[in-house]
């Protein structure tokens, strides 16, 4: 059943070199959020902590309208400013020192303070030696789980959180349908998005570890980056296509 035509639509978009990057068009892309009927919402989901991410915003010329940001890997949910702490609560279980010994105890460096979180472990393990250190996590007591993206980069998260379970959980509670949640990406650690939503927006200057793996009816934009969101957010409807 098609969503009512009054209903919000959302845009859970990843940051570094989907949304920004390179003198990426943003104002066109604030524009036309602020002109949307239905609204289309906003929400950032990054990497990187919460934190990192306002920071970002906060160092732009325009004032993009975003509603909620999902950090660290969906380990952190902030809506309108305000901790969900509801969200995190279902992590209580997952001791990060323990992962940060069972890794560093091996050599593994981790990455620098502002990468971590109470809820995600951030390490540089060589892609080569990656199967000893998932090895030497299931031998902690709770479960892990692990994104791994480009040469090194080694992430561990709760098995609940994530990208796209987090995207999914948000649109819920801002009272979003799932046939108007809308997420885009750019590289492996986005891959989560795609398989936990139905629409999604690879954009233009993705790179090949993501375009080879979502499925042919993720929306492919030929333009980068902001400009590729636009395009995105036209081919869903969620905008006018002129
Ligand atoms: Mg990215």
Not at 143 to 161: Q, T, Y
Not at 208 to 234: K, N, S
Request: aromatic content about 6%; some cysteine.
């Amino acid at each position: 059943m098609p969503a009512p035509p009054t209903q919000p639509w959302l845009l859970v978009s990843d940051v570094d070199d989907t949304l920004l990057g390179d003198a990426s068009p943003v104002a066109e892309l604030t524009k036309a959020l602020g002109e949307s009927q239905p609204p289309v919402l906003m929400a950032l989901n990054s990497s990187r902590p919460v934190a990192s991410v306002q920071a970002t915003l906060d160092g732009l010329q325009e004032t993009l309208p975003v509603s909620a940001i999902v950090g660290a890997l969906g380990t952190e949910i902030e809506i309108g400013g305000d901790p969900w702490k509801a969200w995190q609560a279902q992590f209580a279980e997952f001791r990060r020192e323990l992962v940060w010994s069972a890794l560093e105890g091996q050599g593994w460096q981790a990455h620098s303070a502002e990468f971590q979180t109470p809820f995600k472990a951030s390490f540089a393990v060589p892609r080569e030696q990656q199967s000893r250190a998932r090895q030497a996590l299931t031998e902690l007591p709770f479960a892990c789980r692990v994104i791994a993206s480009g040469e090194s980069d080694f992430d561990v998260i709760p098995p609940m959180a994530g990208k796209g379970r987090a995207s999914v959980a948000l649109a819920k509670e801002l009272g979003v349908p799932d046939s108007r949640l809308l997420v885009a990406g750019d590289s492996a650690n986005d891959l989560d998005l795609f398989e936990h939503v139905e629409r999604g927006i690879v954009v233009g200057n993705a790179r090949q570890e993501l375009l080879d793996r979502v499925a042919p009816t993720v929306f492919r934009a030929e333009q980068p980056r902001a400009a590729g969101l636009l395009e995105g957010l036209r081919h869903y409807g969620a905008i006018p296509r002129v």
